[in-house]
């Protein structure tokens, strides 16, 4: 499972690299390159483990990486960092993605407790929500308006011109994260079997922490350097590709069932979550270290709470 994580995390990154690379090769603008490239290439670990997992079977790692990463993301990936240094909300524009992630929670939870499954149809109306979402963003910043949830290309940007290393970038990053997956998915089916507990508990833990890694490390440094619009909009845009993204591929690569418990248990957390995060942003107020022990807290009696109803794991 670790070397599979690894692979998926290395090949992710690479990806990113290599595509951002070839697409100013060919000059493309900057800012379809961070609405499209970045913005989808960095959810590409989640989005390969979900669609793999829903076509072997394994739908409820891919429901629970999905959830577990929501839930990480705010408990975790800002709560972590904020006992390090204080992360403000005061970010202009923040509180409309913030509702447009609640919305996009809703639409999940939707097809959670109404039908129990994401299906094809279900898929693709979640999938256009993510089109309609990033076109929203071009929009607004094609027309000069600040977007805070919009990744930073020079991140990944090495040149600008068509090298082997941007090749090499790109077959690695091709190459493996489909590797990667297939041994996260197949590896983490072995330990649900040996354990004897359902799969949604490896894809809310093991995958989702994994998975959550590069936004930890991200946050963590953004939090240092006092760019708050950086580290709380990448949660919220990492949130709404999640549920929107993420979940509108695991309908349309097959059909994914939302487990029992998981509608007793771990939504319901997710959603405390989201309104959460969403009522730091509303109302302005700094995540601080006090609310960062809070959060960081929450995560670790969530993983504490799974691991007795699992049978003491």
Known sequence: IVVGLVILLVAGDLLVRGAVGLAAALNVPTL????????FGTSAPELVVTIHAVVTGSDGIAIGNIIGSNIANVFLVLGLPAIIYPIATNVPGLRRHAVIMLVAT???????????YIDTRIGAFL????????GYMWFRASHGRAEPVIDEVDEYLETSKVSLKTILFLAAGLIGLPLGAHMLVTNGQAVAMALGVREELIGLTIVAFGTSLPELATVAAAAIHKKSDVAIGGIIGSNIFNLLAVGGAAGLAGTAYFDPTSLRVEIPVMIVAALVLTGYVLTRRDIGRLSGLFLFGAYIGFIIALAKLAGGI
Do not use: Q
């Open 106 to 116: 809703a639409a999940f939870v939707g097809a959670a407790y109404i039908v129990g």
């Open 32 to 39: 379809i390159i961070s609405l499209t490239i970045v913005a």
């Open 127 to 134: 999938f256009a929500g993510i089109i309609t979402y990033v």
